[in-house]
């Protein structure tokens, strides 16, 4: 990687997830993650992100909590475990300690302080429990009536015409789905 190019990635706030792998983070097959995605780097050997993970932008991934160092002398510290097939949204952040199981969703702008179980939708701040994946499923489904292809997205092939009928589309409805 050309120098310009690693100084673009720092300026942009991005980790060097190279760098974070080599010290002990763990992540699976197929990770994706956005822009300004912070993964604890003191404690990052205790932070394992599974297969098929996405994190949006911004998401926040924290091993400790120094609210009491000063005054205790410690950090109270914990594992963070995401399991596979989790997306996270974002401006989120995950606290120590927590464990997202298979197949979660976590709303964006949430803060996980307790543990997430499997094919549940959390959003909030603190996040709590909003649906099983199975109703969010069936309330997109049952919502979202008009179904794109993949070519109605920005750098994909979309034409002024295709953006027109889109933005049609959602005068009538609140969301459509593209692949």
């Given at each position: 990687m050309k120098i310009v190019d ?131 499923k069936e309330k997109i489904h ?10 109605y997205k920005i750098g994909c ?23």
């Open positions: 690693k100084c673009k990635i720092l300026l942009r706030g991005e980790p060097n997830l190279k760098r974070l792998l080599n010290l002990g983070l763990t992540v699976g097959k197929r990770f994706q993650y956005g822009r300004n995605c912070f993964f604890d780097p003191s404690f990052c050997f205790l932070i394992s992100i599974g297969d098929n993970v996405t994190l949006s932008s911004k998401v926040h991934i924290l091993a400790h909590d120094a609210s009491l160092k000063q005054m205790l002398g410690y950090s109270k510290v914990g594992k963070v475990y995401i399991g596979d097939h989790v997306f996270v949204g974002a401006n989120t952040t995950i606290l120590p300690g927590i464990e997202i199981g298979e197949f979660a969703i976590i709303g964006a702008g949430s803060v996980v302080t307790k543990n997430v179980p499997p094919y549940e939708v959390w959003a909030g701040n603190p996040a709590k429990k909003i649906c099983t994946l199975d109703e969010y049952t919502a979202c009536t008009r179904k794109y292809s993949a070519q092939g979309i034409t002024q015409e295709m953006k027109a009928e889109m933005q049609a589309a959602l005068n009538d409805a609140r969301f459509i789905l593209v692949e």
